[in-house]
């Protein structure tokens, strides 16, 4: 997991992983009456890594094509001086 998310968690012991919830939580939406079906659907991803993280698992669970997976490019800021 991200390292923000995890350090949260750590005096625990326990391990966070967010993959597993994402095809459930696909599957669960895609079920719903209200679902508008893939050609009317687009996910769009906070980052590039929450992209290459998820990407294969909407593509898989909501048969998307490519154009409809999208991400937010963000600049990092202070990267450069």
Do not use: C, N, W
């Amino acid at each position: 997991e991200e390292p923000p998310t995890s350090p949260s968690v750590s005096d625990l012991g326990a391990t966070i992983r967010m993959e597993r919830f994402v095809p459930r939580f696909l599957d669960t939406y895609k079920a719903q009456s209200g679902y508008a079906g893939k050609m009317h659907t687009y996910v769009l991803f906070p980052d590039k890594g929450a992209y290459k993280r998820y990407m294969e698992s909407v593509a898989e669970r909501l048969k998307l094509d490519p154009d409809h997976i999208l991400y937010i490019k963000k600049p990092r800021v202070g990267d450069q001086i």
